[in-house]
């Protein structure tokens, strides 16, 4: 091995490593120093540490913040503000960077980046930009869904995967473009355009993920701003993490924490929209089934009604009314016929027992006067020397007033 060196001494990365530390410590102008710088990156995990970057115009610094010092410290600081961080330059051996490990901070100001940031937004919002009356809301089943990002990061597929899973129905327009850079903002600016008018999206996704505020600074660019406040569909953002903001998300309709976040919003529940079609059709059902006994029940009263009012139920009817009305005469005409022979009986006995030949055949004569016919029914009727006719039950004769008789 020694061979093929040209010279020097061979190291390890360990030894190599602890070498650039102790040279470090020993330098005393790096372990008392004062460094001005923005905060970026600030991160604050459950440990309790504090990381973050301090950067300027040129250059970027790893500092940390241990534990013990953040009660001297503080802990409310945030992306952006302009501070004077006092400590000592070590090194972190496992990832190969050198850091300021801090003992003491005070803000200097706003940071440059932040200042600007303020200003545009309070000049934006002067102009109606993020007045919350000009959001829209969202479509309830988009049938094509634009993602402006970039083609080659983690977001993209995240939202991907989150929309094939909630609402496989919609059709998605990806849309790339860069996403960080001076070039980015015209990008996204283009992205946007080309998501409505040649992919027909009804709703746009703008996304990345998490970076400094250096790194989301394409999304406070104004143009990025006035086209997506102009933008023709609504328009949500998931750029960064949950504590990132940026004016892009001011001027859009709906902002999510996160991409994946934001692709949730924009899609409904499969899970939802199914339960939802099964009450539905179960409502359906209910109704049918309900309007089927309706309109069978006034089926039925209509074919009643038809065969009432048809011909051969009027004829039928007609009939047996006809049948009725006959039987009830034949029944009227055989009572009046036994009244009438009844009745005959009657007159016949009462004649026959004012028959003057039944009351000859019983002993008795009927007489009357010859001369005149009439019937006599006193002696006064005949006078001396009147003939009279004697009828009585086997034949009759004559016979002649005498003084015993008439009125002489």
Avoid at 83 to 92: N, R
Avoid at 204 to 233: K, T
Wanted: glycine share 10%; net charge neutral.
């Amino acid at each position: 091995m020694n061979d093929i060196l040209p010279s020097g001494v061979l190291w390890t990365v360990t030894d190599l490593s602890n070498l650039i530390r102790k040279t470090l410590e020993k330098t005393a102008d790096l372990q008392d120093c004062w460094v001005r710088g923005e905060i970026s990156n600030l991160s604050q995990p459950a440990s309790g540490h504090i990381y973050f970057s301090l950067k300027d115009g040129g250059a970027s610094l790893r500092a940390v913040i241990w534990r013990g010092a953040t009660q001297r410290v503080g802990t409310r600081w945030v992306d952006g503000a302009d501070v004077l961080a006092h400590g000592k330059i070590t090194t972190y051996p496992v990832a190969g960077y050198y850091q300021l490990v801090v003992d003491e901070m005070h803000p200097v100001g706003e940071g440059v980046l932040y200042q600007e940031f303020l200003k545009l937004k309070a000049r934006l919002e002067a102009e109606g930009l993020f007045d919350p009356a000009r959001k829209r809301a969202l479509p309830e089943l988009p049938g094509v869904i634009g993602l402006v990002t970039s083609a080659t990061g983690a977001a993209v597929q995240d939202m991907l995967n989150t929309i094939r899973r909630r609402y496989p129905l919609t059709e998605v327009v990806l849309c790339p473009t860069l996403v960080q850079g001076v070039d980015a903002p015209p990008g996204i600016i283009r992205a946007l355009r080309s998501a409505v008018e040649q992919g027909g999206a009804q709703v746009v996704i703008v996304a990345r993920g998490g970076g400094s505020i250096e790194d989301l600074w394409a999304f406070n660019d104004e143009q990025v701003v006035r086209a997506i406040s102009a933008c023709p569909v609504p328009v949500v953002t998931g750029i960064g993490h949950e504590t990132d903001f940026t004016l892009a998300d001011f001027a859009a309709d709906m902002r999510a924490a996160t991409p994946t976040a934001a692709a949730e919003l924009v899609t409904p529940d499969r899970a939802e929209l199914l339960g939802n079609l099964i009450d539905l059709r179960n409502g359906l059902d209910g109704l049918m089934a309900d309007r089927l006994r309706s309109q069978q029940k006034e089926l039925t009263q209509l074919q009643q009604r038809l065969s009432v009012s048809s011909p051969v139920f009027q004829l039928q009817t007609a009939r047996q009314r006809l049948d009725e009305q006959s039987g009830r005469l034949t029944r009227a005409g055989t009572g009046m016929i036994q009244v009438r022979r009844l009745h005959q009986a009657a007159l016949q006995g009462r004649l026959q027992a004012i028959n003057p030949t039944a009351v000859i055949q019983r002993g008795y004569a009927i007489v009357t006067h010859a001369a005149r016919g009439e019937l006599v029914t006193s002696p006064r009727q005949v006078a001396k020397g009147d003939t009279i006719r004697v009828t009585v039950r086997d034949g009759s004769f004559n016979a002649t007033g005498s003084d015993d008789t008439g009125r002489g």
